[in-house]
C-alpha cells in the first residue's frame, strides 16, 4: 500500500440508504465494522448537549461541512473511564479549536443523561464540549462501533477533514482509555500532510523532518533511512 497517495477517499461498493431499510441486517454488518478510513464519513443527525451553553440542541454531519472534526464515541455516561478522556479532550480544547477542528463526542445516552452527567461528574466541570445523543444506537452503528449485545458504542475516535473523509480512526474496547496527546500530534501531522503534500514519518511534531515524497519520490524509494535516522524518528 503506497504511503504517497494522499486522503483521496475510496469509492463506496455499497449504497448506505439500502442498508439502512433493513435494521437488522444493518445491524449484522455493522457488528464487526470495516474501517471507514477514505472513506466519507456516515451522514447523521441527533439530539445534544451542548455544555459550553448548558442547553439542549440538535447536531447533524452537515454542521461540520468543510471543517475539520472529531467524532468522538463512548460506551456510557456515569462510568469511569469515560469522564477521563472527556476532560482531557476538553482540556486541550482551546488547541483543538486554534487548528480549526470542532470535537463532537457521542454516546448512546439521552441527552438528558448527557445534562446530568455533566453537572454532576466533577471531572467535567466548564465542559466546552457538545455530547450528542444516539439512545437508538443509529449513529454508532453508522460509524461500525456499536456493541449490539451491551447496547452502548465502542471507544471509537474519527478524524475527518474538510471534505467529508475519514483519515484516521481509533477503536478499541471499553477497559482503556485513549491518549488526547497522541491525538493532537495526529490532527498535526494529517493537516501539515494534506497542506503540503509531504508524509509524516512515525511519531512527527511540527518542525521535525518529513518525507517530501512529493518531489523526492524516486530517490527515497527504498532508501528512507539514508534520509532520516530512527534517532531522528524517536526524538
Excluded at 139 to 154: C, H, P, T, Y
Excluded at 170 to 179: C, D, F, I, K, L
Aim: aromatic share 8%.
Amino acid at each position: 500500500m503506497a504511503c504517497d497517495t494522499g486522503s483521496k477517499p475510496i469509492e463506496e461498493t455499497q449504497n448506505v440508504s439500502e442498508q439502512n431499510n433493513n435494521i437488522n441486517t444493518e445491524k449484522k454488518e455493522n457488528r464487526m465494522s470495516s474501517s471507514l478510513v477514505l472513506r466519507k464519513a456516515p451522514e447523521f443527525a441527533m439530539d445534544a448537549y451542548d455544555a459550553k451553553t448548558g442547553h439542549y440542541t440538535n447536531v447533524k454531519s452537515e454542521d461540520y461541512a468543510g471543517k475539520w472534526h472529531v467524532v468522538c464515541f463512548y460506551p456510557a455516561d456515569f462510568t469511569f473511564v469515560c469522564p477521563t478522556e472527556i476532560a482531557a479532550m476538553n482540556a486541550k480544547y482551546d488547541e483543538f479549536q486554534e487548528m480549526g477542528v470542532e470535537i463532537l463526542a457521542v454516546s448512546t445516552d439521552t441527552k438528558f443523561s448527557h445534562k446530568r452527567f455533566v453537572e454532576t461528574e466533577p471531572l467535567l466541570k466548564g465542559l466546552k464540549l457538545t455530547i450528542g445523543a444516539d439512545p437508538t444506537g443509529r449513529v454508532s452503528r453508522a460509524f461500525g462501533v456499536m456493541i449490539e449485545e451491551e447496547g452502548i458504542a465502542l471507544r471509537g475516535r474519527f478524524l475527518i477533514n474538510p471534505e467529508g473523509t475519514v483519515v484516521a480512526q481509533e477503536v478499541q474496547a471499553p477497559m482503556v482509555g485513549r491518549n488526547v496527546n497522541e491525538f493532537l500530534r495526529q490532527v498535526r501531522a494529517w493537516q501539515h500532510a494534506e497542506k503540503t503534500g509531504e508524509v509524516c514519518p512515525a511519531g512527527w511534531q511540527p518542525g521535525k523532518k518529513t518525507l517530501p515524497v512529493n518531489t523526492d519520490v524516486e530517490q527515497m524509494t527504498g532508501r528512507v533511512g539514508d534520509y532520516i535516522t530512527i534517532e531522528e524518528i524517536l526524538s
